[in-house]
């Protein structure tokens, strides 16, 4: 039994006799794939393509605009939205004591969010006119159903469970609310891209793509890791007290974007400025506390602790991504225009390459229970648990670096360091989808080699 406030190390593995897990616990996996397929297809690749084409070393220069809009959404909305979407509906319930959500809602509502990303990478970048006025419409309407189908399915859970004051519920109450507000916004970027033609506003697809990483992603983000990463590293989860301060400034980071949205000129740009300083502190402030930085998770198996390096990389890089934001809002507020585009480019990569994709590399390891069966296994950490830790690590510093270094370097140097980036977090996403793959087909000999022991045990 765990102590209170506490979770267990590992999913229990010990059980009684199966085949495969029931199919509402297996759906999580049609999220993980999803993310996936769209983080090689579209994010990941345009993050190698689209720098490339905007230096002319491949054909594409006049598309890059959308190209731009395209891949930040893919990263946004495909590879981590769908990552978070699956896994907090999977893990919600299981926090507050709620039966899982059934295979019935979370199917069709992994292809409500799904349609309109293959909208955005296959039809909008490419076609102009009328066409691109109605698909920039049907990717905003149908984003908005799927966004508010992932919150109210959040909320719902979060109203019926057993109640409580553990510091996570801010983060996670939050982040069902930003999923719901998630969708009168997709609306919004719609309507804006519809009229552009099928591109959105520079200014204002920036705010929403902000707004998105400091509200539904950021505060699960936080939630999660202060429900579970201070176990690992033999730490208390921290109470509400603790963490309240990071909770008011990421969420009112987020709304002073979504403000940003609304405005125009000087006024749009210090309310994004005021965004970056807000949402800067409450993650340099608040990450420490929710997760971890430094330290070695000695409460995690042996064959685990592989996987919280990429927590404490994660973590390690949203701090400097925070102090970043915190230094290009307060340029942006002073001046009244989008100043420092170095510090803004270096931590929005900071934010999206390291937080963000460093935590679901680490965190799906230690909390998916494909992976968790897959420990059972005698094999020891091999080079694809390895790899992508270091590939991933090379990219963010030569992304970040690359950001940093763009108002002295030439365009051409810029542009071709991103790419290489890009190529690199490709095969670092790779090995983690073959091990995905592989863990997913050996699962039900695992649970079987378990289910064998556990029945010998009781001989």
Not at 3 to 14: D, K, Y
Not at 120 to 145: C, E, Q
Not at 284 to 308: D, E, K, M, N, Q
Not at 340 to 366: E, K, N, Q, S, Y
Request: net charge positive; charged share 15%.
């Amino acid at each position: 039994m765990s102590r209170a406030g506490e979770i267990p190390l590992e999913p229990p593995l010990v059980r009684a006799p199966s085949t495969v897990p029931a199919r509402e616990d297996r759906s999580y996996l049609g999220y993980i794939a999803a993310a996936l397929a769209f983080a090689l297809v579209g994010g990941f690749a345009l993050a190698t393509w689209m720098p490339l084409a905007a230096a002319g070393a491949v054909p594409g220069i006049e598309r890059t605009p959308r190209l731009v809009q395209a891949h930040g959404w893919l990263q946004l909305q495909g590879w981590a939205g769908l990552f978070v979407a699956g896994m907090a509906i999977r893990v919600v319930p299981r926090f507050v004591g709620q039966r899982p959500v059934p295979s019935r809602a979370t199917v069709p509502l992994l292809g409500l969010l799904a349609a309109p990303l293959v909208v955005r990478l296959g039809v909008l970048p490419w076609v102009d006119g009328g066409a691109a006025r109605a698909a920039a419409l049907a990717t905003g309407w149908t984003t908005a159903a799927g966004c508010a189908g992932v919150g109210s399915i959040l909320a719902v859970t979060l109203w019926r469970g057993r109640r409580g004051s553990e510091a996570w519920r801010l983060f996670v109450a939050a982040g069902a609310g930003w999923w719901l507000a998630w969708a009168p916004l997709a609306a919004w970027w719609g309507w804006r891209a519809a009229d552009g033609g099928g591109l959105a506003p520079a200014a204002f697809d920036d705010g929403l793509a902000w707004a998105v990483m400091l509200g539904p992603i950021g505060n699960f983000n936080l939630g999660v890791q202060s429900r579970a990463v201070p176990v690992f590293f033999g730490r208390r989860p921290p109470g509400t007290r603790a963490l309240a301060g990071p909770w008011v400034l990421v969420n009112a980071g987020a709304g002073a974007f979504v403000l940003a949205m609304a405005l125009e000129g000087t006024a749009g740009a210090r309310a994004a400025g005021a965004g970056l300083v807000l949402g800067g502190a409450g993650l340099s402030w608040g990450l420490p506390i929710a997760g971890a930085v430094r330290g070695r998770a000695h409460r995690l198996r042996p064959r685990a602790r592989p996987a919280a390096k990429f927590v404490l990389a994660a973590n390690l890089a949203g701090v400097a991504a925070g102090l970043l934001m915190v230094a290009a809002g307060a340029a942006m507020a002073a001046e009244g225009s989008y100043a420092a585009a170095p510090l803004r480019d270096a931590a929005r990569h900071l934010f999206g390459l390291g937080l963000i994709t460093m935590l679901i590399l680490g965190m799906a390891r230690l909390i998916a229970p494909v992976f968790a069966v897959a420990r059972t296994e005698s094999r020891g950490a091999g080079l694809r648990e390895q790899a992508p830790f270091w590939l991933l690590a090379v990219a963010l510093v030569v992304r970040a670096g690359a950001g940093l270094a763009s108002g002295t370097a030439s365009y051409e140097a810029w542009m071709h360091a991103a790419a290489l980036a890009g190529v690199l977090a490709w095969l670092a996403i790779a090995v983690f989808a073959a091990d995905v793959l592989t863990a997913a087909r050996n699962e039900a000999r695992n649970l079987a080699a378990i289910d064998a022991a556990a029945l010998g045990g009781k001989r």
